[in-house]
């Protein structure tokens, strides 16, 4: 691999297909991509992350195309990860206009200066959240304004996507069955924004009180400077109501950008986050150390026969490993 910082001039530079090769490196854990993500990270804090989720087919694509329009239309430069999408972005879909490129999976396409990338990630190494959060900073230091992150929102891998995310817009259509029921799941605490889209069909009217009255059974926010979710609807297939989801995204950024909201928010995620590594890294030290997976498989079967003792083994381990750390240095 070249150096990490020519690597990372050339996808700043606007060199798709580096930015393609980074991404692929980062995904699959690649050992040159510790040093490129470290070189990235201070040129990937400014782009702001913005999550949407919702159940499948709820219109999360067409309103992404609709989203990145309004941003290009402003002179920002915007992205797309998709992860692990049950039907795949293509450009005419993210446009609106009559080009179609297909958009490969596991590729990144460059469509009208937006870049798309899908992942299909399931059983990542070290989580789909990890490495979704690795290729939307990689991505963001190419110079990106605003990063767009689609997931399904069903199982608790989307909810860690949505923790890195600074702002979440949650999609609901009426008319579902579930749409109530996966907001009682959690989501009515991650949503920043709701958007009711499909509001041409019925039953919009009646799941905008339902999700006004359990924000209210939830407590509507008290103090004056507290974020209480709005709620938008849209007709995604016409673009009506896109333009209030902008304009409420907008105002999202600008309370995140006050009193130092955003870096808390970002730094509730790397709490989480630098555990995981340091754990990650804790254990690739065993590995080296001799305490590897041949080395657990054989202690699990002494602890399962009652010969050896897990609580004085554990002890007795790390005692071994930091002691095998220091003699290297
Ligand atoms: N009637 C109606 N159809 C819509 C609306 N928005 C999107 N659709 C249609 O709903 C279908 C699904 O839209 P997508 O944008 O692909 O939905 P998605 O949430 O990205 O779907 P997945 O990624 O597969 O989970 C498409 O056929 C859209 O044309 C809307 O507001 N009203
Ligand atoms: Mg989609």
Redesign the pocket.
């Known amino acids: 691999m070249m150096p990490a910082d020519e690597f990372v001039a050339r996808i700043r530079s606007g060199d798709v297909r580096a930015l393609a090769r980074a991404v692929s490196l980062v995904e699959n854990g690649a050992p040159e991509s510790r040093e490129l993500l470290s070189t990235c990270f201070p040129m990937s804090r400014r782009a702001l992350r913005l999550g949407i989720t919702?159940v499948?087919?709820?219109?999360?694509?067409?309103?992404v195309s609709h989203l990145v329009q309004a941003w290009r239309a402003e002179g920002s430069k915007a992205a797309v990860v998709a992860v692990d999408?049950?039907?795949p972005f293509t450009g005419g879909a993210l446009l609106g206009d009559r080009i179609r490129i297909q958009e490969r999976a596991g590729s990144l396409d460059e469509i009208n200066g937006i870049y798309v990338r899908s992942m299909a990630t399931r059983g990542a190494l070290g989580g789909l959240a990890e490495t979704t959060g690795e290729v939307v900073d990689v991505i963001a230091a190419s110079g990106r304004d605003v990063i767009l992150i689609?997931t399904?929102g069903v199982g608790q891998d989307e909810v860690e996507i949505v923790r890195l995310a600074d702002v979440t817009v949650v999609?609901v259509v009426p008319g579902m069955g579930d749409a109530v029921q996966s907001l009682k799941a959690g989501i009515m605490e991650i949503a920043d924004i709701f958007v009711i889209?499909?509001?041409?069909?019925e039953g919009a009217d009646r799941l905008e009180k339902e999700i006004l009255s359990m924000q209210s059974l939830v407590g509507v926010p008290v103090a004056v400077n507290q974020w209480s979710a709005p709620v938008v609807k849209?007709?995604?297939?016409t673009g009506e109501g896109v333009e209030d989801l902008f304009a409420a995204i907008g105002r999202r950024s600008q309370w995140l950008a006050q009193e130092g909201r955003l870096t808390a928010r970002r730094e509730a995620f790397w709490r989480n986050r630098i555990e995981k590594m340091l754990r990650e890294a804790l254990i690739n030290e065993a590995g080296v150390h001799g305490i590897g997976q041949q080395e657990m498989g054989e202690y699990a079967e002494q602890v399962a026969m009652g010969t050896v003792d897990p609580y004085q083994l554990i002890p007795a381990l790390t005692k071994r490993l930091f002691n095998s750390s220091k003699e290297l240095q």
């Open positions: 919702g499948p087919g709820a219109g999360k694509s067409t309103l999408p049950s039907s689609e399904v999609v889209n499909k509001a041409d069909r849209t007709v995604g297939t």
